[in-house]
């Protein structure tokens, strides 16, 4: 459920977060304008792996589980972000996002991003959340089965001659 808050209150909130932290009030401003007010019981679905999403958020309040095939990943709270990769790149979602407790976050539509993504000094505030969760994407792809150990051989080895 999407609720519609004044500015003014989002500023306040966006100033805590590290991701935003040391913008000035112009920029606070552009960014609170383009985000909504999301509040999700424990339980509800965010993100499904595999489907398009549509919904970039910030945590305020809560924990959100980042499940892989059924299998919790990863645990996101307060002044986490998540959505960014799969709404930058329009491609499906890596993984579920599931409220793991009630939560409070800020939301942004794709053409609320857009907008966000206008300000390269509010661009950039996104690029080590994009990593941070790129990073966690690689980190659950299957990793080759490491080769075999060889046994050590029991040969003894054979002397060689010194050169003439």
Known sequence: MKIRRPANSKIAELK????FAGLGARQLEAIASN?????LTSGERIMREGRHNDTFWIILEGTVDVTVQGRVHEKLGPGDLFGLPSMYSGKEATADGVAATDVRALVASPSQLNALLADPEVEIRFTPALFDRLRAALYQLPRPAAPPVRAKSRATPTKTQPPA
């Open 35 to 39: 985000l909504d007010e999301a509040h």
């Open 16 to 19: 805590k977060l590290r991701a």
